[in-house]
């Protein structure tokens, strides 16, 4: 009986620790991060045959590690207004399941194994990685209670991951890894100014600004407008042949200009409507339309 128990309360403890590393790391955002560095990868290398698979795994793992450490530095940090947010308050550390000390020990522990492991692809690799989270943690976290610069500033961290693959595929920064850059980086303004508007009240909690203007206005809904029409320009630069060895088809290009226009169509529609719903859908549509471009980029390459 006592075994039995013993097992079961083991078990327990796994799972509740699993859970929270979860929690800690936010897998979900980070799993999409190394999704968008492996496709940055696959573009990056001349043909199939040429994908280097432990080259890609260390990747994988190494990226996991960087992006789950900047979430968990960025938890440790934010502790108390998690705390005041609906959204965050059952997060590991705010709800008191984890430490500070011990998310500290997790994230320092995380960000040596990923640097070793982007270290050991080429140093490039590395030193954007370190920017990330230097970026993430010690700039952006911060300004979050100061200023709606925040998210541009944010933006830099969050546009690496693509540009990153590119840069362990090839060893280079150039025309290409920037191009990439430039596209994950126009993408995130409608994307997280979507999420701040359906969360406005959330984040107001913990006098968070995150919107351009401090509100769900017009002037707002403009400016998601303004950076979506951004994001297309920059999304057909590889098929104008002016971004060195990334390039797609006109024909294939067909598919990413439909999601060009319902990505605009969905931006000016909050301007429209202004409400929870708009943005709620102009949020999931931009997630849809980051992995579809990802897609027929890939699909592009090898199928041409």
Known sequence: MKTELSLATNTFSFKSTYTDFKAITKAGLAVSVVVSSLAGFILGVPDFHSIAWLV???LAVGGYCMV??????????EKDLDALMDRTKNRPVPSGRMTSNTALFMASVLTIIGLVLLYT?????AMFGAISIFLYTSVYTPLKTITPLS??????????????GWVAATGNFGIEAGTLFLIQFFWQFPHFWAIGWFLFEDYEKAGFFMLPSGKKDKSTALQTILYTVWLIIASLLPVLGFTGKLYITLWQQRWCFCWDYGCYFYAVRLYQLRTTKAA???MLVSVSYITLLQIV???DKFLR
């Open 121 to 125: 692809i080429n140093p490039k690799t």
């Open 56 to 58: 890609l795994l260390k």
């Open 151 to 164: 998210v541009f500033v944010g933006a830099f961290p969050g546009a690496i991951p693509f540009m990153l």
């Open 280 to 282: 709620r859908t102009l």
């Open 68 to 77: 789950g450490a900047s979430n968990a530095y960025n938890q440790v940090i």
């Open 297 to 299: 980029y890939i699909l």
